[in-house]
């Protein structure tokens, strides 16, 4: 059963960046697609980006423009670089691999916090 570690949050002032990672404990090259999701205290998880293994990404409206997922097969790491950020992407951000549309069940990690002061 694969599992993902996420690693890079911290406070950060808005207008500021940061640059997430979430190690998996598979091979990743054998998920087509993989994504970042978050959190937000009182919400629902909501799926931020995603990329495919040929390196197509896809993004929430949210976000485009600001962030970038990339992803390094060989060292089974998805990434992403979050720039510009505002309070409301505040939330516990977790990524996982997606299959059929939906992430994996048992897969989840245990996120890493993001939070941005204005």
């Known amino acids: 059963q694969v599992q993902m570690v996420e690693s890079g949050g911290g406070l950060v002032q808005a207008g500021g960046s940061l640059r997430l990672s979430c190690a998996a404990s598979?091979?990743?090259?054998?998920?087509?697609?993989m994504g970042w999701y978050r959190q937000a205290p009182g919400k629902q998880r909501d799926l931020v980006a995603t990329i495919t293994s040929g390196g197509s990404t896809n993004y929430a409206d949210s976000v485009k423009g600001r962030f970038t997922i990339s992803r390094d097969d060989a060292k089974n790491t998805v990434y992403l670089q979050m720039n510009s950020l505002k309070p409301e992407d505040t939330a516990v951000y977790y990524c996982n691999a997606i299959r059929f549309g939906l992430p994996l069940p048992g897969a989840w990690g245990q996120g890493t916090q993001v939070t941005v002061s204005s």
């Open positions: 598979a091979r990743i090259f054998i998920f087509d697609t």
